[in-house]
């Protein structure tokens, strides 16, 4: 079975503070990682996936298989980032399903 | 706005009703998602198309609940004899192999 926790359910910081959103998985096989983002009043969209080993809007997430983790990380939060984050993994592979399990989501508060 | 489109945005019932949900995909995407989400959740997924074929129901598909995708295009979801514990956001996603979920905007239940 797949999952994904999400220790955490509110972080509050001031502008301009790193952040880190944490996020751990359990997941048999190879997994694919990501992480989506929901801006109020705004749909679910994707933000990040561990393949494409992108920086989004000054975001960037390293998968570490060790510690089975894929914590999302800015050096300077905005207050345009303040949303609802979720991370969520999917199996890969011929034999995977194609479903995306979610964790439970953290609110991401910047504060000016 | 090409994007997944779902339909009604809100929707408030009687329990003990029926309701009929509708989601239009993205139309190059043969993959159709439907999620549900209650507040403080992240999306729990429900089932899953490929094109016409319904590949995958999750446990929390009880009997009530059905969803057809009869072209392989749009697709509906049914819940009949509404209860209290259905109310919650039913979101929708689409994807091609290899791509990423695009969620629409959901369309929020009340059982009165």
């Known amino acids: 079975a797949q999952r994904v926790t999400q220790p955490e359910k509110l972080l509050s910081v001031f502008k301009g503070a790193p952040v880190e959103l944490k996020c751990n998985y359990s997941y048999s096989g190879s997994p694919e990682l990501f992480w989506y983002v929901q801006y109020s009043r705004q749909r679910l969209q994707l933000l990040l996936r561990h393949i494409s080993r992108e920086s989004i ?53 910047v504060r000016p | 706005d090409t994007g997944v489109s779902q339909n009604p945005r809100h929707k408030i019932t009687k329990r003990g009703q029926n309701v009929t949900f509708r989601c239009d995909p993205i139309s190059e995407h043969n993959r159709l998602y439907w999620y549900r989400q209650t507040l403080g959740q992240g999306p729990e997924f429900l089932t899953y198309f490929q094109n016409e074929a319904q590949l995958e129901k ?55």
């Open chain 1, 57 to 109: 809007k000054g975001f960037t997430a390293d998968l570490n298989k060790g510690e089975t983790s894929f914590h999302l990380k800015k050096p300077f939060a905005q207050e345009e980032d303040s949303a609802m984050y979720y991370c969520a993994i999917k199996g890969v592979g011929s034999g995977a399903n194609s479903k995306l399990t979610f964790g439970k989501g953290i609110t991401l508060s």
């Open chain 2, 58 to 112: 999750s446990r929390l598909l009880s009997d009530r609940f059905s969803a057809e995708r009869p072209k392989g295009s749009f697709s509906t979801l049914e819940i009949q004899r509404t209860e209290q514990g259905d109310s919650a956001m039913y979101l929708c996603a689409s994807s091609s192999q290899g791509s990423p979920l695009h969620f629409g905007n959901g369309t929020r239940l009340t059982v009165t």
